[in-house]
């Protein structure tokens, strides 16, 4: 059963491109942007990160932190990261326990052939841990643009 709105963050850990990890629990406090994306250094998935880099600083000041995550690993992130200068942290899900829970892992289908893979889709958690806001199938333009309105809409903590 996928997250629904209500639900609180769960207890996964991601790996990050420095070595370390992120428990997605210990997240909770302010608001939580956690989006999914395909795959590093493809079209849309880098205009996300650069949509979402573009503006850290507005997420910032409403007080929200982002993670973007894929299951490209954490040297993959690196590169991504340092060919395009972004500033939105991201995170590897190796074993697809996060996409799995978050129920982004979905059977896709391209010229009629059918395959699992990452359903673009970003989730919006309030400042007590709680999901507050979900998108999917999200459409790249535009995008980063809804979610900081939808951050800044939220209740006050």
Known sequence: MAMQEGDPLPDIDLDLPDGGTVNLKSCAGK???????????????TREAQDFS??????????????GVSKDSPEKHRKFIGKYALTVPLASDPDGSALETFGAWVEKNMYGRKYMGIERSTFLFDASGRLAHVWRKVRVAGHAEKVLAAVKALPAA
């Open 54 to 67: 573009a503006m850290i600083g507005e997420f910032d000041a409403a007080g929200a932190r982002i993670l």
């Open 31 to 45: 608001p939580f942007v956690l989006y999914f994306y395909p795959r590093d250094d493809t079209s849309g998935c």
